[in-house]
Nanobody, 126 residues
Framework: QVQLLESGGGSVQAGRSLRLSCAAS???????????LAWFRQTPGNIREFVAA????????WYVDSVKGRLTISRNYDKKTIDLDIENLSPEDTANYFC????????????????WGQGTQVSVSS
């Protein structure tokens, strides 16, 4: 079973950058195409939304259109981490950020993800 642990959240001022990291542990993330690892975010009273994903083996990335150019997802194969770099933070980025793993290549839906971390809170002040 894959286990995921997020870190890097906190309170930051608008305009700054932040790196979230997700440490994956458990069985190696292998398979024909490897798992897809993603970041989602959720605010109180709202649904969990897809932000970005990366295929573990191939490194292919996907982003929600609204964050393209400002967020970068990457994987560190040696450290088994999935990082999310967020530039030019705005209060609209305030959310609980979750790391997740799916067996489906390029998965974007919450129901496609099997493994979830506990989340890390990001709060951006103006």
């Amino acid at each position: 079973q894959v286990q995921l642990l997020e870190s890097g959240g906190g309170s930051v001022q608008a305009g700054r950058s932040l790196r979230l990291s997700c440490a994956a542990s458990g069985p190696p993330l292998t398979g024909d195409s490897g798992h897809t690892l993603a970041w989602f975010r959720q605010t109180p009273g709202n649904i969990r939304e897809f932000v970005a994903a990366v295929n573990w083996n191939l490194g292919t990335t996907w982003y929600v259109d609204s964050v393209k150019g400002r967020l970068t997802i990457s994987r560190n194969y040696d450290k088994k981490t999935i990082d999310l770099d967020i530039e030019n933070l705005s209060p609209e980025d305030t959310a609980n950020y979750f790391c997740a793993a799916a067996e489906t290549y390029g998965a974007r839906r919450v129901d496609q993800y099997i493994y979830w971390g506990q989340g890390t809170q990001v709060s951006v002040s103006s």
